[in-house]
């Protein structure tokens, strides 16, 4: 039983859906991002997803892309994700952090090393947007081998042909990407996002977590009528960088903002444990 294994046992038992919530880290610098990460299991995130910056982030969109181009700027590389990761267990032993990016950075620090340190430091799992089924061996066995969830994309265009092979060695949950685009551009369909959870959920037994596009209550209410957890990510970074001073930098407001924000997107999962409480 991984983190994510028992989060997920945790919110069936409540009754409820879980909040996913993306954050790039060292977004807007070390420090801040640090306190960010620390705040957001307190505000409502059940897991968090710690974006690793990488330069061409080719499945997001000008928000994320912004957030990981701030975060270079300020310095923030792999070694110091992975001891944001370290600093952020030292206190915190229960939120599961998924580290989500591309191979490349991994492939440059070092597949072996990468998997030790990650493991190591108190990571749970890996999405790796750009690794598709037939080319994750480099990555894949290594990382299971350390105890890391290995978490994949379906998306709607995954048909039925293509479905096992994503689901394959799939493990922690199913990350279902909403719409056929960039991440934060266009707001999911509820209807077309239940008919292809339902199609994923009758061929596996994997938690199913759905996010891009995802920034109101209303989307976190009736996504969370269909899976077991709901991904938001354009809309925290965005918040990030609406507090900003003319430089770049971190204000008194960016913190308590983000985590108004998580709490108010919680709110609707909340009320469905309560009522299925009754």
Do not use: C, W
């Amino acid at each position: 039983m991984t983190r994510i294994d028992e989060t997920f046992d945790r919110l069936k038992a409540e009754g409820r859906s879980g909040l996913v919530t993306f954050i790039t880290a060292g977004d807007p610098d070390y420090e801040t991002s640090l306190s960010l990460l620390k705040g957001l299991p307190g505000a409502g995130a059940d897991i968090v997803e710690l974006g690793m910056p990488f330069s061409d982030p080719m499945a997001d969109g000008p928000a994320i892309q912004a957030s990981s181009l701030r975060a270079l700027k300020a310095g923030q590389t792999m070694r110091k994700t992975l001891a944001m990761v370290r600093e952020f267990r030292a206190e915190n032993q229960t939120t599961p952090v998924v580290l989500m990016g591309y191979y490349n950075p991994i492939y440059v620090y070092g597949v072996d090393s990468f998997v030790a340190d990650a493991s190591e430091a108190g990571a749970d799992g890996l999405i790796i947007v750009d690794m598709p089924p037939e080319e994750d061996e480099e990555l894949r066995p290594a990382a299971a081998e350390k105890g890391l969830n290995f978490i994949r994309l379906a998306t709607p265009t995954t048909d039925g042909k293509r479905l096992p092979a994503v689901l394959a060695n799939t493990s922690g949950f199913v990350y279902y990407v909403s719409i056929a685009g960039i991440t934060g551009t266009a707001a999911p369909d509820i209807s077309s996002v239940g008919a292809h959870v339902a199609r994923i959920k009758a061929h596996t037994d994997l938690p199913i977590a759905v996010g891009f596009g995802v920034k109101t209550p209303e989307q976190v209410r009736d996504l969370a009528a269909l899976a077991e957890g709901v991904v938001v990510g354009s809309a925290l970074v965005s918040s990030i960088a609406s507090t900003l001073d003319e430089n770049g930098q971190a204000t008194a407001e960016t913190e308590p903002k983000l985590l108004r924000l998580v709490e108010y997107l919680t709110e609707p999962l909340h009320q469905r444990a309560e009522a299925s409480a009754v």
